[in-house]
């Protein structure tokens, strides 16, 4: 049996037609008919059901469909690993990311990526986080980054980094020449903060919450640019991964406190989809991930 006769019986169960898959195989549709029949004296009965207007398979025919989808899918697979061993590194890596990873801790990574892989296309889009799960799962993404990552069906998660927290004020706020700022201090003052069910924002009221704290949020942001742009005018005080202010701290727009309870970290982790042959493009793209947070 060959693996052609295997895709000629995909395409007509597929497309419900023998002259269909005939063109999409670029044969005539007698051949078509007569790899068909090869297969049912193969297997010794009907797999295909045949009317007027549709062909649709017997239960057989369901299962062999099943098999061989699987079957010239991991085929595919094989062949792309053979032909990519034999080049140079190439091609293209769609990233999702939740905007605050994306923007302000991927700059470097990137650089050394170019360095290292100029063939590699690094394609980053902002997403919130729950599309960020679901390009990963759905295909549309290689590869995600998420904030407070939650296990899902489906994928698979690998740390990136932990992003260190502070307490984000306005140079002229009255606890801005603290060195260090508890949370008591913090309660009760007017909150900016994420969306109400961004990880972010519920991994920092947990925070607080776990200490018998309540924070007072005044604005619900839906990302991180246009909360320091209210923290700048005044508006309130957030609590914010210190790489996303590191620029505005040092051009003295913002001023980052840490806490005095201690360190509080944000995690980030990698998505992958379970089972997902990533292209050597892809993997490079991974391992400086994964490389870049060993570095931290």
Not at 194 to 218: H, M, Q, T, Y
Not at 254 to 283: C, M, W
Request: proline share 5%; hydrophobic share 40%; net charge positive.
């Amino acid at each position: 049996m060959q693996l052609e006769s295997l895709k000629m019986f995909v395409d007509v169960v597929e497309t419900g037609s023998f002259s269909r898959a005939a063109q999409l195989n670029h044969v005539t549709q007698s051949a078509v008919s007569q790899q068909i029949r090869a297969l049912e004296n193969r297997y010794e009965q009907r797999l295909l059901s045949r009317s007027a207007r549709q062909v649709t398979p017997t239960p057989a025919g369901e299962r062999l469909f099943r098999g061989c989808k699987e079957i010239l899918a991991r085929f595919s697979e094989v062949e792309q690993e053979i032909r990519e061993q034999a080049t140079e590194v190439s091609g293209t890596c769609n990233v999702s990311s939740i905007y605050s990873v994306g923007l302000h801790e991927l700059h470097s990574l990137q650089k050394n990526l170019l360095r290292a892989h100029p063939k590699v296309n690094f394609r980053l889009n902002y997403r919130r986080s729950d599309q960020v799960y679901d390009d990963v799962i759905l295909g549309a993404a290689d590869l995600g980054l998420v904030a407070y990552p939650q296990a899902r069906a489906g994928v698979d998660i690998v740390p990136f980094r932990e992003d260190k927290l502070a307490v984000v004020l306005p140079p002229g706020h009255p606890l801005a020449g603290k060195a260090k700022l508890s949370m008591s201090a913090l309660a009760g003052l007017p909150f900016i903060g994420f969306d109400r069910e961004a990880p972010s924002r519920k991994g920092i009221d947990k925070l607080f919450r776990d200490k018998g704290f309540e924070l007072a949020p005044v604005m619900e942001m839906d990302n991180v640019e246009t909360i320091k742009r209210a923290v700048e005018l005044g508006l309130g005080i957030s609590v914010l991964p210190t790489p996303t202010v590191q620029q505005e701290v040092a051009s003295g727009s913002l001023v980052a406190k840490p806490f005095a309870e201690g360190s509080f970290t944000r995690p980030i982790g990698i998505l992958v989809r379970k089972g997902k042959y990533l292209s050597r493009a892809s993997q490079a793209v991974l391992d400086a991930f994964k490389s870049n947070s060993q570095e931290e």
